[in-house]
């Protein structure tokens, strides 16, 4: 066995209260070409990240690859920064064994057996988890707890769009809830974490009447489970009541834990006209909507709404523009609980404005004064982060945690040491 050794530098680190995830974009054929490696073979699944603090010690970083396809070597590299540091130096080890009888092949590449024919102990424990449950149900976990749950298939009347539930706050109690605690009827459409459009091409995708359009999961196209994350990538269509697609969509979810048992949900939506041009109309309903727990609504349990600019509650932030919204309240008679919703500066009409209700209701709306076109040979992407967190804006460091979002540190890998 020979071990490489990479270096990784971060630059303009900002000051961190909690673990920070970093993404590196990688392709290990380029970084250790073919005719280096002679007849050994590049284990993928035994990476090792090491970070050298100020007295010279080195500290070993949970990291994670997911590659682009399965077996390939090109993909992402993730870690999180740990809490407070500001070193900035880290070491990433990969082995190259030899390919006589240590390696085993598969559909996702090569893995290392020992002479009695085990498989060689992965560095890390897979602590977060993506996974398929019955009903139509993908959990995620954490350290064998759920903490999200993505609900994509037919429920009788939770029948016309997948959704994220439950969302699972640090106390260990549900944070948002299916409909509205006072008008189970006329808010049935409220899907806890979900997306919606009051019209593209004319066609009512907000509300559940028979009249309505419908988001069908068609398939998942990966799982990511590892050390650092755990999410997935699925596709969509937003179809007629008919069963006619005018849009397909990409959804991908990736879960990062955090201190004190809160964590970051980052969510990319891609959307993309399917046979015609679409038309999505001027409204203050879509796409993104987080329906909360009827204890941390303003009204029914006292809750809290604050935005980017100091605004609070719905008189302030209704169709304010800002670049955050949060939402917090009490879930046991001495905890709070909230979600923060970050918007990407990359979304359009960024800062979003927000549709934001005392009953418990908070969405960014894009196109409040615009409507949008998406062309035959077009994108449309929203990025957003969530933050499931303890307390309120001021004790989870909101803006701080925002600023992180958006201006995420430098990263450079190095050659070969």
């Not at 407070?84 to 080890?93: D, E, K, P, Q, V």
């Not at 960024?350 to 960014?364: C, E, N, Q």
């Not at 709306?365 to 990025?383: A, K, S, Y």
Request: aromatic share 12%; charged share 20%; proline share 7%.
């Amino acid at each position: 066995m020979e071990t490489m050794r990479i270096p990784i530098q971060i630059e303009s680190l900002l000051g961190m209260g909690s673990d920070f995830p970093v993404s590196l974009p990688v392709d290990f054929s380029q970084i250790i070409a073919l005719d280096r490696r002679g007849d050994q073979m590049l284990d993928l699944f035994s990476l090792r990240l090491l970070q050298r603090e100020k007295d010279g010690i080195l500290v070993k970083v949970p990291v994670q690859f997911t590659p682009d396809q399965p077996g390939s070597e090109s993909g992402k590299l993730d870690w999180l920064v740990p809490s407070g540091s500001n070193h900035r130096t880290f070491s990433l080890l990969l082995d190259l064994y030899d390919a006589e009888a240590t390696m085993q092949g598969s559909i996702l590449g090569d893995k290392v057996f020992d002479d009695a024919g085990h498989a060689v102990p992965l560095p890390y424990f897979p602590r977060m988890q993506a996974v398929p449950v019955p009903e139509s149900k993908l959990s995620i976990q954490r350290d064998g707890v759920e903490v999200l749950g993505y609900q994509y298939g037919t429920y009788g009347d939770y029948s016309i769009r997948p959704f994220f539930f439950p969302v699972v706050g640090p106390s260990g109690r549900y944070l948002t809830r299916i409909g509205h605690p006072h008008d189970p009827v006329g808010h049935h459409h409220h899907y806890s974490v979900w997306l919606a459009y009051h019209f593209i091409n004319d066609v009512n995708f907000w509300s559940d009447e028979e009249t309505s359009g419908k988001q069908v999961h068609q398939r998942f196209s990966r799982f990511f489970d590892g050390p650092v994350l755990a999410g997935f990538e699925s596709v969509v269509d937003w179809q007629t009541p008919d069963g006619e697609p005018i849009m397909r969509e990409i959804k991908r979810a990736r879960v990062y834990p955090q201190l004190d048992d809160e964590f970051l949900i980052d969510l990319q939506f891609s959307f993309s006209p399917v046979n015609k041009i679409v038309h999505l109309k001027q409204t203050s309903f879509g796409f993104l909507g987080v329906r909360m727990a009827k204890s941390i609504g303003v009204f029914d349990g006292s809750g809290l709404i604050q935005n980017s600019e100091g605004a609070v509650n719905e008189r302030e932030v209704f169709h304010k523009a800002a670049s955050w919204c949060d939402y917090s309240g009490l879930v046991t008679d001495t905890l709070r609980n909230g979600i923060a919703v970050f918007d990407h500066p990359d979304n359009p009409h960024y800062p979003s404005h927000w549709h934001v209700r005392s009953d418990g209701w908070m969405s960014p709306c894009h196109f409040l004064h615009h409507g949008h076109q998406i062309g035959l040979d077009e994108t449309l992407q929203l990025n957003y982060r969530l933050l499931v967190h303890n307390g309120d804006v001021n004790d989870a460091d909101i803006q701080k945690k925002y600023d992180q979002y958006v201006r995420p540190p430098k990263v450079k890998i190095g050659s070969l040491g």
